[in-house]
């Protein structure tokens, strides 16, 4: 509900689906604008980070093809900064959705 809450902040209007495919993978938020780039958002519940949180968001990269702008795991860790995973992905606390004096 932070998401879509910090969503209304921004001038642009976006949509907000699920991603789940044939192979059951996953993204929890999948942030659509008008010029229908793609933004995903995996939240994790753990405080570490593995190559793997990553994999429903490599999964919408590869079915958005140039659309998918960036992908996102939130989790449980008390890091200030977002940790650059690969380009286009990054792991960050959840806490930014909150704090976003947290975020340099």
Not at 8 to 28: A, G, L, M, P
Not at 70 to 99: K, N
């Amino acid at each position: 509900s932070e998401i879509m809450k910090i969503a209304t902040w921004s001038e642009q209007r976006c949509s907000f689906f699920h991603y789940r495919d044939k192979d059951k993978n996953e993204v929890d938020f999948v942030i659509g604008n008008q010029n229908g780039e793609i933004v995903g958002i995996e939240v994790k519940s753990s405080a570490t980070v593995s190559p793997k949180d990553f994999s429903g968001l490599k999964k919408l990269q590869e079915a958005c093809g140039t659309k998918f702008i960036q992908g996102l795991v939130l989790f449980d860790h008390d890091q200030a900064t977002p940790i650059p995973y690969r380009e286009s992905f990054y792991a960050a606390p959840i806490s930014i959705l909150w704090d976003a004096s947290s975020v340099p």
